[in-house]
């Protein structure tokens, strides 16, 4: 098995303008040596390249880019995220008022040009002698110069790089079509007498629009772009310019970008908090809704985690600062925010490649119609069969295909992070929508994942606080909410824990190490009595004693039974409810929890569940998520613990709770920062209501090229005698991009609609 590190860098790509350009960065980066993998996204304009760790040199990335015509501002790293997203927001800028100066400068050039190319239609001017009419046309040729030349300069740059290594894009099909129409159009001026008679006809009013019009539909697409990225805006705001710091018991204000770990940060009522940290001092609530999505404040006291980017409502609180920089909470919602928007589902990997021979078909169907028209068509043909190539290659549109998915992703993807669904990439928001079947754990799961100690039962000869010492000593090391209690416990009482060595867990059964010579397992009755335990009356009247909901943890000390704890775990608020809702969905929901039967079941009937399966180890839950799949069902698991990380793997869409263990949220594919289950419906509806709109898009991109190129062509010619002309087309063409954006863009008031109407109707 290879050991090699793949390490994934983002890149910020300038220059692209359609999926076809997509396919083709995407080309040159997997050409480069050393890189792996490499996902190129339109809406985003950025690079995940992905190469074995210390291979690549970033300068090789840099020149394969620049030498196929395209542009890298920056290399995106973790390390930089404000940086990157305010370059990136400043050379958007920049590109919109370039664009809009651009567009007035082809206007006011346009307007006479297009005045002349229909002068005959000008009352008294049908007549107009042919030399002022040559003359005329000879003027109109001067004023497109400047159209093409800086208006339309980039799509003929672009078209020539393109042409220099051997492939075509957007940039190809206008400067073609603008530029075929200027030079038969020159050379119908200059040299009429070359052409059939009655075809020495120009239309320069057609180069001057078309160019016109694509550089406005460009500027209002980059406008609409802009509001898919306001989640990152809005994350990013979050975060206070300025705090204060205790310094030798003094405040000092200073940036929050300056803060260290360690530092004592002091935070007044309505102020935002700037990093993450533990409070040392005071009692307040905090609004955590524009981390979680949960509307309610929640009461921090001394030892309580508080998150930068909230906010302090009521009290004054002291906190040490214990994550900063790229370490904060927040920063890393941004980081998978934004490589998730990067990413790319398998939806839009299927459309680039239909993309990718998309502007070559387009060019082969242009030279075909000037064909049929020129040896087929009626008087003039060959006017008839320029006009119609032009419209050919002007109204194709491979824009609207490369944008039709990653925007809905992008919109969907920031939409779910503000209701604390934190998505690591784009697959999951085009497969959530399918998922049947559910599995949720119980414990830290279904139920708060606060559990308490309610009841200790030392054995014979054996004092409470010898039974929380010991078990507390092994505990200490565990990441298991029932040992947390354990040692909150033990702390509550002022038990300090023995020093533990040889420590062992064992997911799904429990934990043993070494205390003062002797080996103390805690856990599981079978995991006690498989590792040599007695199975005494004693032992045995545990079941017998708990109350339904609570659960036996045994200790043994040299396979000699020591005692046990009652365990209770409070179900969380509102998971009745997102039952419901799941069965409402027609999906199947299952309990998976490695607890005894009868805490299970009795958690099970409070929630609405009645599939309900006890006593499963962690191989236990990865054989049932995969005899699910094996029936032909997508499912979600959701977890929290170690032992769920296999499972989480295993399932179609794992999904681990904001608190789970490290391994459990490394193996999830969606992270609920709320800690609600609420957010295992919502992604069902998030994800169903972006599929719906990537459905649209791609529908409407694709019929507007199937049903607009044939009439461009002039198939509606021969039956009603229309024939496209190439300033409709071009109009067409510039605004086809601009309706999937704007339809892209609706998602963000129909999920909020959506999930509003959802939850309210089952409060009802």
């Not at 994934?8 to 396919?23: D, K, L, T």
């Not at 501002?73 to 305010?86: A, T, Y």
Request: charged share 20%; with cysteine; glycine share 8%.
């Amino acid at each position: 098995m290879s050991t090699e590190k793949t390490v994934i860098q983002e890149f910020y790509i300038s220059g692209m303008h359609c999926a076809a350009c997509v396919v083709r960065v995407e080309k040159v980066l997997l050409g480069v040596g050393g890189v792996v993998s490499a996902q190129v996204s339109l809406a985003t304009e950025t690079a995940l390249v992905g190469s074995i760790q210390g291979v690549l040199d970033s300068m090789d990335i840099y020149n394969a880019v620049t030498e196929n015509g395209y542009g890298i501002k920056i290399d995106k790293g973790s390390n930089e995220i404000e940086n990157v997203l305010q370059e990136k927001q400043r050379q958007r800028d920049l590109r919109s008022d370039v664009l809009m100066k651009k567009f007035w400068v082809g206007l006011l050039l346009s307007i006479p040009v297009l005045i002349i190319g229909k002068i005959s239609w000008l009352p008294g001017l049908s007549d107009l002698d042919p030399v002022i009419h040559r003359r005329l046309w000879a003027l109109s040729a001067v004023l497109t110069i400047p159209i093409i030349g800086y208006v339309g300069g980039q799509f003929f740059v672009g078209a020539g790089k393109a042409l220099k290594q051997r492939t075509a894009n957007m940039d190809t099909l206008v400067a073609l079509g603008t530029g075929a129409a200027w030079g038969y159009s020159f050379l119908a001026v200059i040299l009429p007498s070359y052409f059939p008679e009655g075809t020495a006809i120009p239309f320069f009013e057609a180069t001057a629009v078309v160019i016109t019009l694509v550089v406005l539909g460009q500027y209002l697409e980059t406008k609409a772009r802009s509001k898919t990225s306001r989640t990152i805006e809005f994350l990013m705001d979050l975060r206070p310019l300025r705090a204060t710091v205790i310094i030798d018991e003094e405040e000092t204000s200073v940036l929050a970008s300056q803060i260290e770990k360690g530092m004592s940060v002091l935070v007044r009522p309505g102020q935002k908090i700037p990093v993450d940290g533990y409070i040392i001092e005071g009692l307040t609530s905090v609004d955590e809704s524009m981390i979680t999505g949960e509307g309610l404040s929640r009461m921090k006291e001394v030892g309580d985690k508080v998150i930068g980017g909230t906010t302090n409502i009521d009290g004054v609180i002291r906190f040490c600062a214990d994550s900063v920089g790229e370490q904060m909470v927040l920063s890393r919602i941004l980081e998978l925010v934004r490589k998730a928007q990067a990413s790319k589902p398998s939806i839009q990997r299927s459309v680039d490649i239909v993309a990718g021979y998309f502007v070559p078909t387009v060019m082969i169907i242009s030279v075909l119609t000037f064909t049929a028209w020129y040896n087929f068509g009626p008087e003039a043909a060959l006017n008839y069969g320029v006009v119609a190539a032009v419209s050919v290659l002007v109204i194709a549109c491979p824009c609207a295909l490369g944008l039709a998915t990653p925007f809905s992703v992008m919109i969907a993807l920031g939409k779910a992070s503000e209701r604390g669904l934190l998505i690591r990439n784009g697959d999951v928001i085009e497969s959530a929508c399918k998922i049947d079947t559910v599995i949720i754990d119980k414990t830290g799961t279904l139920t708060q994942g606060y559990p308490v100690v309610a009841a200790i039962m030392p054995s014979d000869n054996v004092s409470e606080e010898d039974l929380l010492r010991l078990a507390s000593s092994v505990e200490i090391g565990s990441e298991h909410l029932l040992g947390k209690a354990i040692v909150k416990a033990a702390s509550e009482r002022g038990i300090q824990s023995s020093k533990a060595t040889e420590f062992n867990a064992i997911p799904g059964l429990g934990v043993s190490a070494k205390i003062e010579g002797s080996m103390v397992r805690v856990g599981t009755l079978d995991f006690l009595t498989d590792s040599g335990m007695s199975f005494t009356q004693k032992v045995q009247q545990i079941d017998e004693v708990a109350e339904i909901e609570q659960t036996p943890v045994l200790v043994s000390t040299n396979n000699e039974y020591l005692g046990a704890f009652m365990i209770f775990d409070p179900v969380r608020a509102g998971s009745k409810e997102v039952i419901d809702r799941l069965r409402d969905m027609d999906v199947r929901v299952i309990m998976l929890t490695g607890d005894h039967k009868r805490t299970a079941n009795a958690v099970a009937k409070e929630v609405g569940i009645t599939d309900v399966r006890a006593r499963m180890l962690p191989e236990d839950k990865v054989a049932n998520v995969r005899r699910l799949q094996e029936e032909g069902r997508i499912v979600a698991m959701v977890g929290d613990g170690i032992n769920d990380a296999a499972a989480l793997s295993q399932a179609d869409i794992g999904i681990a709770m904001g608190d789970a263990s490290d391994v459990a949220l490394e193996s999830a594919d969606v992270v609920l920062v709320s800690q609600s289950l609420k957010g295992v419906a919502e992604l069902r509806d998030i994800s169903r209501l972006a599929v719906k709109n990537i459905r649209q898009n791609l529908f409407g991109a694709f019929i507007y090229n199937a049903l607009g190129i044939p009439v461009a062509a002039g198939v509606l010619y021969p039956i009603f005698g229309i024939l496209l002309s190439p300033v409709i087309a071009g109009a067409a063409m510039a605004f086809s991009s601009l309706t999937v954006v704007t339809n892209a863009n609706r998602l963000h008031s129909s999920i909020a609609r959506e999930l509003a109407n959802q939850w309210i109707g089952s409060s009802e």
